[in-house]
């Protein structure tokens, strides 16, 4: 059974940073393909970041050189650091995994409320 345990997030003020983590248990080591997506306010789910393992990361435009995406392959987790954030950053945050050897497999986490205000 695939299990997400995920922290971080919250109040943050405009230009301020916080950090998102997500551990995953119930799936091999490496055998997973890690992102992050989000959801604004009456919007749909979008994509912000991924990392495979020994591979180097992607991120959506409007992210890139904001935040960062790391993962620790021995304990299976995924974290975002989101720097210089703006309100148009607001959103729920949802931890990804795809199953590399089963690409049409993904699991989702419950999603991490990140709210940019002054």
């Known amino acids: 059974q695939v299990q997400f345990v995920e922290s971080g997030g919250g109040l943050v003020q405009p230009g301020g940073s916080t950090k998102l983590s997500c551990a995953v248990s119930?799936?091999?080591?490496?055998?997973?393909?890690s992102s992050w997506f989000r959801q604004r306010p009456d919007s749909e789910r979008e994509f912000v970041a991924k990392?495979?393992?020994?591979?180097?990361?992607y991120y959506a435009p409007d992210v890139k050189g904001r935040f960062a995406i790391s993962r620790d392959n021995y304990k299976n987790t995924v974290d975002l650091q989101m720097d210089n954030l703006k309100s148009e950053d607001t959103a729920v945050y949802y931890c990804?995994?795809?199953?590399?050897?089963?690409?049409?497999?993904?699991?989702w986490g419950r999603g991490i409320q990140v709210t940019v205000s002054s």
């Open positions: 990804n995994a795809r199953l590399i050897d089963s690409p049409t497999t993904e699991f």
């Open positions: 119930g799936i091999k080591p490496w055998n997973w393909l």
């Open positions: 990392l495979a393992a020994n591979e180097y990361p």
